[in-house]
């Protein structure tokens, strides 16, 4: 594969992490009600998406995303790019 597109790639979500995790709001009803924050935060098909879930998502999950661009980064490079 292509270094600098998987780079390119995990650095775009490193950012998309970074603002869901700066903008998400402290309750899912605010999520909910908020057309701004959810563009944010998820970009298609507002009626089917819990909010709730999101929510949970966003406090609590994270971490997740993060690690996975780390074990991509390790997995091509053998370390983590940040």
């Known amino acids: 594969m292509?270094?600098?597109l998987i780079e390119?790639?995990?650095?775009?979500l490193r950012r998309c992490v970074?603002?869901?995790a700066?903008?998400?709001?402290a309750?899912?009803?605010?999520?909910?009600s908020d057309s701004?924050?959810?563009?944010?935060i998820a970009m298609h098909n507002y009626t089917a998406i819990?909010?709730?879930?999101v929510h949970g998502i966003c406090q609590s999950r994270l971490a997740d995303f993060r690690d996975f661009a780390a074990a991509v980064s390790r997995l091509f490079w053998g370390s983590s790019q940040r």
């Open 2 to 4: 292509d270094r600098r």
């Open 8 to 12: 390119e790639k995990l650095e775009s």
């Open 18 to 20: 970074a603002r869901v």
């Open 22 to 25: 700066e903008k998400c709001p």
């Open 27 to 32: 309750t899912a009803d605010r999520l909910a």
């Open 36 to 40: 701004d924050l959810q563009d944010i």
């Open 50 to 53: 819990d909010w709730g879930i």
